[in-house]
C-alpha cells in the first residue's frame, strides 16, 4: 500500500513539473485542437482534468506499456475498495518496474558520461599533460612535501593544536585558486568559515587536512585525481587541472 501511494505521489509531482515545462507549447496545441466532450463544472473538475491530462504524459513510456482502459478499470475498482490484484502482487508488480525504470535511467546516465567525456577527450589528454608538468616542477620547489598518494603541501605556519581525524568535522577558511591564478572558491570571500566532515570532501583535502595541527595554515597543491577527477566540476573547475588551496584549520568541532 505504501509503494502505491508512493508511485501516486511520484505521478503527481512528475505531473505538475511537466504542466509547468511545456505550458507555453501545450496553450498552443490546445487552441488547435477539436474540445473535448468533458464538462469541467467545478473547480475539482479542472483539477481532476488537469491530473488525469499530465499522468497520461508521464505514462506514456513504453516500459510502463499502458492499457488505458485497463487504467480506468483500475480507478473505478479502487474508488469501490476492489482490486483484482492483491496488495502483495501490486507492490511486486511495481517494485520490478521501479528496478528496469533506475536500470534505465543509470544506464542513460552512463551513456551521456561516456559521450561528453568522449567530446572532452582532447581537452582532458591536454589538461593532464599540463598538470603532470605543473606537478613535476612544483615539487622542486623549496618547501613543498610530497606524499605517497601525490598530494603536495607547503608548510606556511604550523598550529600547535590537535590533528583531526577523517571522521572529524573541521572548520576551516580557504581560498581555492586554478594554477593560472584564477580563484574558484573561497571562504574569506564569503567572510564566513566553512564547517564540513572530513570525509566527506575531495580525497586531498581529507589527506592533507590531517597532516594539520588546529591553528596550522598550509598551502595544498591537489592533483586532478585526488580533486575532481578527469571531468572537473561545472563551469569553474576545467577537467583534470590541479587545485591549489590555501587553509586555515581554525577549529575541530566536537
Do not use: C
Not at 185 to 214: C, H
Amino acid at each position: 500500500m505504501k509503494l502505491m501511494k508512493l508511485l501516486v505521489i511520484v505521478v503527481l509531482m512528475l505531473s505538475v513539473v511537466s504542466a509547468q515545462n511545456k505550458k507555453q507549447t501545450t496553450d498552443k496545441a490546445a487552441t488547435s485542437k477539436a474540445a473535448s466532450s468533458v464538462l469541467l463544472k467545478t473547480q475539482g473538475d479542472s483539477i481532476s482534468y488537469s491530473i488525469g491530462q499530465n499522468i497520461y504524459s508521464n505514462l506514456k513510456d513504453p516500459m510502463i506499456q499502458l492499457n488505458l482502459n485497463v487504467l480506468i478499470e483500475a480507478l473505478k475498482d479502487a474508488s469501490n475498495s476492489k482490486s483484482v490484484l492483491t496488495q502483495e502482487k501490486i507492490a511486486e508488480v511495481l517494485t520490478a518496474l521501479n528496478t528496469k525504470m533506475q536500470e534505465r535511467q543509470v544506464a542513460m546516465q552512463k551513456e551521456e558520461e561516456e559521450k561528453k567525456k568522449a567530446e572532452m577527450a582532447p581537452l582532458i589528454d591536454k589538461n593532464k599533460r599540463e598538470s603532470a608538468a605543473f606537478l613535476a616542477e612544483n615539487k622542486k620547489k623549496e618547501g613543498v612535501i610530497t606524499t605517497e598518494s601525490g598530494l603536495q603541501y607547503k608548510i606556511i605556519t604550523k598550529g600547535t593544536g590537535p590533528l583531526p581525524k577523517a571522521t572529524d568535522k573541521v572548520r576551516v577558511n580557504y581560498k581555492g585558486t586554478l594554477p593560472d591564478g584564477k580563484v574558484f572558491d573561497s571562504s574569506y570571500d564569503r567572510k564566513e568559515p566553512a564547517e564540513f566532515p572530513l570525509n566527506q570532501v575531495i580525497k586531498g583535502w581529507t589527506e592533507g587536512l590531517q597532516l594539520m595541527p588546529v591553528g596550522s595554515k598550509y598551502e595544498f597543491f591537489v592533483p586532478y585525481d585526488l580533486g575532481y577527477g578527469e571531468m572537473g566540476r561545472g563551469e569553474m573547475i576545467p577537467p583534470a587541472t590541479v587545485l591549489i588551496f590555501e587553509v586555515e584549520l581554525l577549529d575541530i568541532i566536537k
